[in-house]
């Protein structure tokens, strides 16, 4: 009876551990999610129906903020310039993408070394990525003093310090740090394709441009939808590689709502502004992930 009673009893203790040691390990993480994630987007959501400004303000004034945003010249340029680099960003990096993948897959010699000079780029920090395309492309010490030294004196690359391109130097640092992730994509997205397929195409004559165009890219609809996804929410996000490239200049050319936000939240003292912009940003970022979700829920739910 007593010997039952043991085993009864460590068989309680086992299943209460079984059950009761993961959700003690996820709990840490998950109250710190609740603390400093989403109780920090409610917050700022309160804040930016107030009137705060160097210090927040809890007492509600409705739209007055929104009002102000949308009226505040700087927040469309900064809109602009995002919807500028988020689709050169995105536009350039999937088909820069595509087109590695596609030469890597054609089962190369060197293919490990080229892939992993590719994808390189993706273990910087936006911040380094930026400090280094800013110094290539300062006109005193980068490309252009390179071209004038080897003699080509008519050569011109201001787009650095040039108010009308600036943003542009961003999409391409920007395109140099993420096409290569996109080709990673891509190429696990060729390798899961049948080779049966690839060779019924080939014994009916196909040629193999045709088979990529008319076979191979439209069975990665998947992956173009994954990437566009993913590419589209670093371009709203996109802050410190703006800070390190351009630091949102020259003037305020090259702003984005990221930098705006931070600029008015943590620098002008207007932190209401601050508050409503982040939440237009969130808003945006919502409208990316929510179809993104839906759509990855639905294809397991078909599966």
């Known amino acids: 009876m007593t010997f039952q009673t043991s085993e009864n009893l460590k068989t309680k203790i086992s299943y209460m551990s079984d059950r009761l040691l993961p959700k003690l390990v996820v709990a840490p993480t998950f109250v710190s999610t609740i603390v400093f994630v989403y109780s920090f987007i409610l917050w700022t959501a309160w804040i930016s129906f107030t009137k705060s400004r160097l210090l927040p303000r809890y007492k509600l004034e409705g739209l007055i903020q929104y009002i102000k945003l949308f009226t505040n010249d700087r927040w469309w340029v900064a809109s602009k310039n995002l919807f500028v680099f988020g689709s050169l960003f995105i536009i350039i990096c999937i088909i820069t993408g595509l087109l590695l993948a596609i030469f890597l897959d054609q089962k190369i010699r060197i293919e490990g070394a080229l892939r992993t000079i590719?994808?390189?780029?993706?273990?910087?920090?936006?911040?380094?990525?930026?400090?280094?395309?800013?110094?290539?492309?300062?006109?005193?010490?980068?490309?252009a003093k390179l071209m004038h030294d080897m003699g080509f004196l008519s050569f011109h690359f201001d787009w650095l310090v040039n108010s009308d391109m600036a943003i542009y130097t961003v999409v391409i640092a920007g395109v140099w740090q993420s096409s290569g992730f996109v080709m990673a994509l891509f190429l696990a997205g060729l390798r899961g394709i049948d080779d049966s397929i690839i060779k019924a195409a080939q014994i009916d004559g196909a040629s193999l441009p045709r088979i990529y165009l008319k076979i191979i890219i439209p069975s990665l609809?998947?992956?173009?939808?994954?990437?566009?996804?993913?590419?589209?929410?670093?371009?709203?996000?996109?802050?410190?590689?703006?800070?390190?490239?351009?630091?949102?200049?020259?003037?305020y050319s090259s702003d984005v709502p990221a930098t705006f936000m931070y600029s008015f939240a943590f620098t002008r003292g207007r932190l209401g502004l601050g508050a409503a912009s982040s939440m237009v940003m969130f808003g945006a970022v919502l409208a990316i992930l929510i179809p993104y979700l839906y759509s990855e829920l639905r294809s397991r739910d078909n599966e």
């Open 118 to 143: 590719f994808l390189y780029p993706m273990a910087l920090s936006f911040i380094v990525t930026g400090t280094v395309w800013k110094w290539i492309l300062n006109p005193s010490i980068g490309i």
């Open 221 to 251: 609809r998947p992956v173009f939808f994954s990437a566009l996804m993913i590419l589209c929410h670093i371009a709203i996000k996109s802050f410190d590689l703006i800070v390190a490239l351009t630091g949102g200049g020259p003037g």
